[in-house]
């Protein structure tokens, strides 16, 4: 990101101008950090939250590792994400190249109508596809259930994975699709022609010009989405509730519950720390990828 | 009101770059001084130095003979006109000039007087309530003229002007620039790629290149003598012949410039020149005659600056006088005058052709 | 030739419709069926509207209370950030190189909902900020003020540097210039301000942790509808529907916004550093 402005303000004024911002950012961002760590070493009861802390140490931690359902968790997550993935990347070439090879006035409602999920609150994406597989009320039942599927789909811990899988997908996948659209839309006009004019055949294409264009940027997607689809929560929480059993149970479930539902947020805060490592490694990642584009 | 602005061995570092390196430059009060140079020449930088928004790295920056290195931009009390115009975006004519004045904690009656003779006298005062993104190229560019000028300051700079504007806009805001000079006296530094502007606008003219100043006089000098290759290339009204040759001394005190087959004996000696080189060389199209007859032949004729040039098709092709009878498609035949040849080292450097007191011509 | 490529694209439309917008689609248009027509398949399209789920949700689901709430948290926190964001965000501008400093705004993006939401509710327990509305506006404002800062930045960049020169010339005080900076990019500042809203109006998690009875957003309200003891799911319907509705306007907005143009016209011309 390389800027083309000469310096023409001194650092001191950049720095009276920056400072403030910093220091709200700092105490809304960097303090929950350490207060974070601070709670993970100490055994806390929601109710009792501020006022009563008993010291553990590195004990649920320890404890965690030890603990089934957290592995579990783990687990779910990291099939969760793996699947999600393949299939936005996959999906969002396709919905890319597509949005890509239209301009204009069609162009701008078909990006219009894919941008909806992204708006909708994740919350409601999760209570909209719930009212969906409702199986008295839902449309989604009914066609399921014309398609030969019986019964109820979120009370099957394998089907409930699925759902929950494929709603993350139907939310996303436009996101992947219009990133992927610009990039593609960045290729200069003249090559494009140009590989008309030679005859280019299609996999050459996509070898030669689509994917240099599309190469970075789609990386950048694909953490992008790792680091958000390994913190989903609200639409989950909603469809699911981490069940049936724990088979949607995700890290982010596993949290809620034992933080909120067992209120252990001692507990829950070290298994917080444990994911905030894991979304900090990747954004570092993220952060080299992008000052390189 | 008219300040004198001096250089002193003004050095501007960008890291491992140099954008300016020990210029020295002395413009006298209220001179229009050109500032030409290819690109990355440091003419913009020339500017800004001057202007405030670029730090120097060393040397001396002078107003009046008062240092102002260390001063802000709004202290050093100069008018600038930037190619982007640099005007106030989603703000009306009239708040851009009022600004400056404002600025300064002039009260706002007096102000808009001011900005209202102003525009008046630059042809802008039925635009003043008109958002800036609505006029013109040509406009904006009055816009910003009025905004420097405000202030009524001693010192204008203006950063190729007219570079973003089309052909046809460009004389009338010329002839403006010179008679807003003509008429205040303030001292102006016009940066432009455009030998024409420059030909026509400046008192003097200061010719950058990697930059160092490379030649400091009027146009005319630049024209006679360019100091560079560069410079003769741009300083030309006419099309240039251009192109590259060996210097030969056939006997001592006797030099010539092989041109191809043709042979040019020079009428005097270069200037520390030893042996044989290699050189460019340029000559402008009023040294070279085209007649009928000959070997050659004559592409097309036209009529510049009130001459009749034509294009002539040889062994080289060359922008030559078209004599008395020469017509589109006729055979013609070239005669150059060898006097009128400049030549130039490798590095672009002009090499001096002395006159010798007993120099004979063969 | 034409004429092929409209249908194919009316198709795609058609298509591209149904599965993103089909499913909030059907939702709302369920709001306004009667509780016996949801259950009836017979009657899908066909049926005669009611207001009563809407009514319903009012009435004994203080949905008004929440959607002002809503309201309150997530204007208030959009304009608070803006407004921290925009001198952060002209002094980065101007002053780049500090690469680290803009990372470091745009990570709190990036960090689990529990990261925050958890040392928040510690914090704010022992302050007595929770559930209150001002808690979870301070909450959402510091969270947006990150992205906040990295998107006016980029919209600051866009400025020609012949803007800023010509201030520094003209002598005009800082104040002067970002007062007028922001002026000149305005559809970005509004974007901004919309992106912010957005942010906050869905926020789930820390709203969910940091919000009571009294204070529940709308989000939250739509939760505690959903039991497994049986669902009024007309009026959860319709407080969805009620819920989505800014964020479609705000997504209409903000396409009208970035199509109006963040291009300064004339002043966009190549920044033909020349020398």
């Given at each position: 990101m390389t800027s083309t402005r000469t310096i023409s303000i001194s650092t001191r004024?950049?720095?009276?101008?920056?400072?403030?911002?910093?220091?709200?950012?700092?105490?809304?961002?960097?303090?929950?950090?350490?207060?974070?760590?601070?709670?993970?070493?100490?055994?806390?009861?929601?109710?009792?939250?501020?006022?009563?802390?008993?010291?553990?140490?590195?004990?649920?931690?320890?404890?965690?590792i030890g603990d089934e359902r957290f592995r579990a968790a783990i687990w779910t997550t990291s099939g969760f994400v793996a699947t999600g993935l393949a299939i936005e990347t996959i999906a969002g070439c396709a919905l890319g190249f597509i949005l890509h090879s239209f301009s204009g006035a069609i162009r701008k409602l078909v990006s219009t109508v894919v941008l909806i999920p992204m708006v909708i609150a994740p919350v409601?994406?999760?209570?909209?596809?719930?009212?969906?597989?409702?199986?008295?009320?839902?449309?989604?039942?009914?066609?399921?259930?014309?398609?030969?599927?019986?019964?109820?789909?979120?009370?099957?811990?394998?089907?409930?994975?699925?759902?929950?899988?494929?709603?993350?997908?139907?939310?996303?996948?436009?996101?992947?699709?219009?990133?992927?659209?610009?990039?593609?839309?960045?290729?200069?006009?003249?090559?494009?022609?140009?590989?008309?004019v030679d005859g280019i055949n299609f996999r050459d294409r996509i070898r030669f010009l689509y994917w240099p264009a599309t190469r970075r940027l789609l990386f950048l997607v694909m953490i992008l989405r790792t680091i958000d689809t390994l913190k989903v929560f609200d639409s989950v929480y909603l469809l699911t509730g981490g069940g049936p059993g724990t088979s949607t149970e995700l890290i982010s479930l596993f949290i809620h519950r034992v933080a909120i539902g067992q209120t252990r947020i001692g507990y829950g805060a070290a298994a917080t720390v444990l994911l905030s490592y894991i979304v900090l490694g990747l954004t570092a990642i993220f952060y080299r990828q992008v000052k390189r584009v | 009101m008219a300040v004198r602005v001096t250089l002193e061995r003004v050095s501007v570092h960008y890291g491992q770059r140099a954008g300016l390196r020990d210029l020295t430059l002395d413009v006298p009060p209220g001179e229009f001084l050109g500032v030409v140079g290819p690109s990355g020449s440091g003419k913009s930088t020339t500017l800004r130095v001057i202007a405030g928004l670029t730090r120097i790295t060393s040397g001396r920056v002078l107003f009046d003979g008062r240092e102002v290195q260390d001063d802000r931009p709004a202290s050093r009390n100069v008018g600038m006109v930037f190619q982007q115009f640099g005007l106030y975006p989603r703000t009306t004519v009239k708040e851009n000039i009022l600004l400056p004045l404002r600025a300064r904690g002039v009260d706002i009656s007096t102000a808009r007087k001011q900005v209202a003779s102003l525009a008046e006298r630059i042809g802008i005062e039925t635009l003043l309530s008109r958002s800036v993104e609505e006029i013109s190229g040509g406009e904006q560019q009055r816009v910003a003229l009025a905004r420097a000028l405000i202030r009524k300051p001693p010192l204008l700079l203006l950063d190729e002007p007219l570079a973003s504007l089309d052909v046809s806009l460009r004389s009338s805001l010329r002839n403006l620039f010179s008679e807003l000079h003509q008429e205040q006296g303030m001292t102006v530094l016009y940066v432009t790629h455009d030998p024409l502007e420059v030909a026509l606008l400046a008192q003097r003219v200061a010719v950058l290149e990697a930059g160092q100043l490379v030649q400091l006089g009027r146009f005319s000098e630049l024209e006679r003598q360019p100091a560079t290759f560069f410079?003769?290339?741009?300083?030309?009204?006419?099309?240039?012949?251009?192109?590259?040759?060996?210097?030969?001394?056939?006997?001592?005190g006797c030099w010539y410039l092989q041109v191809d087959q043709e042979r040019l004996t020079l009428k005097g000696i270069p200037e520390g020149v030893s042996s044989t080189c290699a050189v460019s060389w340029t000559l402008n199209a009023h040294a070279v005659g085209a007649s009928p007859g000959g070997t050659a032949t004559t592409e097309r004729i036209v009529s510049m600056l009130g001459i009749r040039l034509a294009r002539i098709h040889g062994e080289r092709s060359w922008w030559a006088v078209a004599h008395d009878g020469l017509t589109e498609s006729s055979n013609a035949e070239i005669s150059i005058d060898p006097g009128a040849v400049k030549l130039f080292r490798k590095d672009g450097t002009a090499i001096r052709i002395l006159d010798q007191p007993n120099a004979k011509s063969r | 030739m034409r004429s092929k490529r409209f249908i194919v694209g009316a198709l795609i439309f058609v298509a591209f419709a149904f599965v993103w917008f089909g499913p909030a689609g059907w939702l709302a248009l369920s709001s306004f069926k009667h509780r016996i027509d949801l259950l009836d398949w017979n009657v899908q399209l066909k049926f005669s509207p009611t207001l009563n789920n809407y009514r319903g949700a009012f009435a004994h689901d203080e949905f008004g209370t929440h959607f002002v709430n809503s309201m309150l948290v997530a204007t208030g926190s959009a304009l608070a950030a803006v407004i921290f964001a925009i001198p952060a965000a002209f002094g980065l501008s101007l002053r780049p190189g500090r690469n680290r400093l803009l990372f470091l705004f745009l990570s709190a993006r990036m960090a689990p909902a529990a990261a925050l939401a958890l040392p928040l509710f510690l914090v704010f327990r022992s302050v007595g900020l929770v559930d209150t509305l001002l808690g979870l506006t301070l909450a959402h404002s510091g969270l947006s003020l990150g992205f906040a800062v990295w998107m006016l930045?980029?919209?600051?960049?866009?400025?020609?540097?012949?803007?800023?020169?010509?201030?520094?010339?003209?002598?005009?005080?800082?104040?002067?210039?970002?007062?007028?900076?922001?002026?000149?990019?305005?559809?970005?500042?509004?974007?901004?301000?919309?992106?912010?809203?957005?942010?906050?109006?869905?926020?789930?998690?820390?709203?969910?942790?940091?919000?009571?009875?009294?204070?529940?957003?709308?989000?939250?309200?739509?939760?505690?509808?959903?039991?497994?003891?049986?669902?009024?799911?007309?009026?959860?319907?319709?407080?969805?529907?009620?819920?989505?509705?800014?964020?479609?306007?705000?997504?209409?907005?903000?396409?009208?916004?970035?199509?109006?143009?963040?291009?300064?016209?004339?002043?966009?011309?190549?920044?033909?550093?020349?020398?």
């Open positions: 004024t950049a720095l009276g101008l920056v400072a403030p911002s910093l220091a709200v950012f700092a105490l809304a961002t960097l303090l929950p950090f350490i207060v974070l760590a601070w709670m993970s070493v100490h055994e806390m009861d929601l109710s009792q939250a501020g006022t009563q802390a008993n010291f553990v140490g590195l004990h649920h931690y320890v404890e965690l409601l994406v999760g209570l909209t596809w719930l009212f969906l597989l409702q199986p008295n009320y839902g449309l989604m039942a009914h066609i399921l259930a014309f398609c030969g599927i019986e019964g109820t789909i979120l009370s099957d811990p394998g089907r409930a994975l699925l759902v929950v899988r494929l709603v993350d997908v139907w939310e996303w996948t436009p996101f992947v699709g219009l990133v992927i659209a610009a990039a593609l839309d960045a290729i200069p006009k003249t090559a494009r022609e140009a590989a008309e | 410079i003769a290339q741009h300083s030309a009204a006419l099309p240039l012949n251009v192109g590259e040759g060996i210097l030969n001394q056939e006997l001592p | 930045k980029g919209f600051f960049d866009e400025l020609p540097q012949s803007f800023v020169d010509a201030a520094s010339v003209d002598g005009l005080s800082i104040f002067m210039t970002i007062r007028l900076a922001s002026r000149a990019i305005l559809p970005g500042l509004a974007t901004t301000v919309v992106f912010s809203f957005l942010f906050s109006w869905n926020e789930f998690f820390i709203s969910m942790i940091l919000t009571g009875r009294r204070t529940s957003t709308v989000p939250i309200a739509v939760l505690g509808l959903v039991t497994p003891a049986g669902t009024l799911w007309g009026e959860v319907a319709a407080i969805a529907t009620a819920a989505i509705i800014p964020a479609i306007i705000s997504m209409v907005l903000v396409r009208g916004l970035l199509a109006r143009g963040l291009t300064f016209g004339a002043f966009r011309e190549a920044e033909w550093q020349s020398e």
